[in-house]
């Protein structure tokens, strides 16, 4: 189960990648790992530093997507987001938390995507 569950979150990730570039986001890094945790794509918006937690599913059984980018899964995303603008010396951009849905259709794999800019705040 693990290894599926891996496996749709990479496919959901370069789903998400492209669809960004697509409207327009620069893409800094993914990926990016700390002790602290793990930011799944990390790009930029017009004057915005955006980080972005990726979230995909086969339908919605278990609920929304986004609704398991809870409290604490936001916490760890603003310290590592912390971390990565220090180490990176980003000072001056103005910054922001992004999610994506990604929902795989379980027919033919066609995936339907769901930004939400400003998803949270800490």
């Given at each position: ?13 370069d ?6 570039r697509?409207?327009g ?16 794509i990390i790009g ?38 912390t ?9 001056k ?11 795989f ?18």
């Amino acid at each position: 189960m693990h290894s599926f569950n891996k496996n749709i979150g990479s496919l959901g990730e370069d789903v998400a990648e492209n669809y960004l570039r697509e409207i327009g986001y620069t893409i800094l890094e993914r990926n990016f790992r700390c002790k602290t945790g793990e930011v799944d794509i990390i790009g930029k918006d017009g004057n915005y530093l955006c980080f972005v937690e990726v979230k995909s599913r086969y339908g919605k059984l278990y609920g929304s997507p986004c609704e398991a980018v809870n409290y604490s899964k936001q916490a760890k995303i603003y310290k590592t987001a912390t971390v990565y603008i220090m180490k990176k010396k980003l000072y001056k951009f103005n910054f922001r938390f992004d999610v994506i849905e990604i929902i795989f259709n379980t027919y033919n794999n066609i995936p339907s995507v769901k930004l939400i800019k400003d998803a949270f705040q800490i």
